[in-house]
């Protein structure tokens, strides 16, 4: 949740450490920090309650130099939000931390280190790390061994960086259930929490694997893993560039995304079919012998990649024609789930290194499943290097907490999935073939509907003033309502629920009145009649509907009813992904007119890398 970013040069390097802040901003965080060694071989700090941007006015009044440095951006956990407890954290004046992640066992450890002596200066646990490290070094420990040794005491998670006065040439590093990159320049090193902090200065990348340690200095990276032997980690050319990540025309990087979404789509299918078909290959060189075993599925994710797994059920069992259970990835891990022979196990993640996915992931591993398949946009996340199988969604950089082409993107990848599974579960080819064809021409479709944001932004002034809303939706576009009401309630701060519209007697009926508007999404399918006898019912109690409708619904407007019409010719398949996009717009407009921090929600993280 916290961004990481250090650097070891022959030249300044805070306004690399600024910089990389800045990019990392998406992440969520409460305060920031930047600690250097300066030229005179001393720690000196800067530390600011707030945004990045104050941060950087504070080392402008005061100015701060140093070729060698670490930054942080925290979000409270331990401890409230206080300048005191800010990264970067020293020890005795002699090593700087930052650290990200959570360390269970701090209560014992503060105990211990008070016993020795050691003062704290703030709440956290992160503090506990830095004494740790000091004692060993004043113990004739150098700062790689003192790390080394002082992990092996740490439970819970954690991705740190150390500096040290007597070490001036070289930042340790360590990774256990945290993610870290760590990056080669010109006679420059660098680490950081994401490779998108980094952009400006590298597009070379090492990831440390779980239990790592690693050695930077000017010019030169030795990484070492959890038994303390010289291990070489793959090189990754990141194809992404500095502007990627930049805004551009759009007010938000919210914005930005959603219009991304054409691109993104197409991207996910570009290369993985041919003659109609998707590709067995796109899963990996073990395919082949796995996909023909396959009975059923079990789909674990958090959040809004639970939605894309909630849609994915559908696609299973009614294309592929396999059982198929979805599930909250931190529920999963509390519980003793039977595993029927020939399971697949799927786990989702836009960033791959999300805490209880991951974990869930390891989990399903112990127990046996057929084989494990992530569904990620990092390729080069935990997720992905510790699962079988694996499909990249191409979503692209994604800056906005609420996710917008992740999520399409997702669905998109389980589309195709499902097409490569129904194919092996005897589907008629004629069938995929449509089917196929079907998906490729999402992306015009998302095209079409964005030129609804007018109709919507006028949509959105109705709920300025609202504190509630209901979304309603049949089959599968139940859990795209459930996205809906989860963009508007995450960006909006307005109470937002969703349900299956079946179930609107069994209880939610009872708090539609005037003041509750109620959206609803009616493609044209199977379940439209029984879905316009739910909108009767609301209409009945008074209450306001706004439907996105097929054009051919017959869904008419009236003072209780706004209708907006969705593209012609949507099919079934298609629907998920389509019907997203409008949902995320009137999230997008009623925030914006709330005056909410788009892209950086209250209380929020991107990517949530601690349970």
């Not at 576009?477 to 009401?485: D, I, L, Y």
């Not at 209880?507 to 508007?517: F, N, T």
């Not at 399918?525 to 209409?539: A, D, H, P, R």
């Not at 051919?552 to 009813?561: D, M, N, T």
Request: hydrophobic share 40%.
């Amino acid at each position: 949740m916290c961004g990481i970013v250090g650097a070891i040069a022959q030249r300044d390097v805070v306004p690399i450490l600024v910089e990389g802040l800045r990019r990392l901003e998406y992440r969520g965080y409460d305060s920031a920090g930047v600690a250097v060694l300066n030229g005179d071989g001393h720690l000196d700090r800067r530390r600011t309650v707030g945004k990045v941007k104050l941060l950087a006015e504070a080392i402008e009044v005061q100015p701060l130099t140093g070729q060698r440095g670490i930054a942080h951006t925290r979000w409270a956990t331990h401890g409230g939000v206080s300048e005191r407890n800010a990264h970067p954290h020293f020890s005795e004046e002699g090593i700087a931390l930052v650290h990200n992640g959570i360390i269970e066992n701090h209560e014992a450890l503060r105990t211990e280190l008070k016993a020795a002596g050691y003062a704290f200066h703030s709440d956290t646990d992160s503090e506990v790390i830095a004494h740790l490290i000091h004692d060993r070094i004043k113990a004739g420990d150098d700062l790689l061994a003192a790390v080394q040794s002082i992990v092996q005491r740490l439970h819970g998670a954690y991705a740190i960086v150390v500096m040290c006065c007597s070490e001036p040439d070289r930042l340790i590093v360590a990774r256990q259930g945290c993610p870290v990159v760590v990056g080669e320049g010109e006679g420059e090193s660098y680490v950081a929490s994401d490779v998108q902090a980094l952009l400006p200065v590298t597009r070379a990348f090492r990831f440390l694997e779980e239990g790592d340690v690693a050695e930077l200095r000017t010019g030169a990276i030795a990484i070492f893993d959890s038994t303390g032997h010289r291990v070489e980690r793959p090189l990754h050319e990141s194809e992404l560039s500095a502007d990627d990540v930049e805004l551009g025309q759009y007010a938000h990087y919210m914005q930005k995304e959603i219009y991304e979404q054409p691109r993104a789509v197409a991207d996910t299918l570009t290369e993985r079919f041919a003659g109609g078909r998707a590709l067995d290959a796109v899963l990996g060189p073990k395919a082949a012998e796995l996909l023909p075993q396959i009975r059923s599925v079990h789909i674990v994710a958090c959040g809004t990649s639970w939605h894309a797994g909630m849609v994915a059920r559908y696609y299973m069992e009614q294309y592929a024609r396999l059982p198929t259970t979805v599930e909250i990835a931190s529920e999963y891990r509390y519980r003793q789930p039977v595993v029927p022979a020939g399971t697949l196990f799927i786990a989702i993640s836009q960033s791959g290194e999300t805490a209880d996915t991951l974990a869930a992931l390891r989990e399903a591993k112990r127990l046996g499943y057929l084989a494990t398949l992530a569904i990620c946009n990092v390729p080069a996340s935990s997720l992905v290097r510790e699962a079988d199988l694996s499909l990249m969604t191409r979503a692209g950089p994604e800056i906005g907490v609420a996710s917008t082409k992740a999520f399409t993107t997702q669905l998109t990848a389980l589309g195709l999935l499902a097409l490569i599974l129904a194919r092996h579960n005897g589907m008629d080819p004629e069938r995929e073939t449509d089917l196929m064809a079907q998906l490729v021409h999402v992306p015009e479709m998302i095209e079409h509907t964005l030129k609804l944001e007018p109709q919507i932004r006028e949509w959105a002034q109705h709920f300025k003033t609202k504190q509630h809303a209901l979304f309603l939706g049949r089959g599968a576009a139940w859990p795209v309502a459930m996205e809906g009401a989860l963009k508007l309630k995450e960006i909006s701060y307005i109470h937002a629920e969703a349900y299956a519209a079946g179930e609107l007697k069994h209880g939610p009926l009872a708090l539609v009145d005037a003041d509750m508007p109620v959206i609803t999404i009616a493609p044209n399918n199977e379940l439209l009649e029984k879905l316009k006898s739910n909108l009767q019912e609301v209409k009945a109690r008074g209450g306001k509907l706004y439907v996105f409708a097929d054009p051919k619904a017959g869904i008419e407007p009236s003072p209780e009813v706004e209708v907006m019409h969705m593209p012609e010719h949507v099919q079934t398949f298609q629907t998920p992904i389509v019907y997203t996009v409008p949902l995320q717009l009137l999230a997008y407009h009623v925030a914006v007119l709330k005056g909410t921090d788009v892209d950086q929600p209250r209380n929020l993280a991107k990517s949530v890398t601690v349970e």
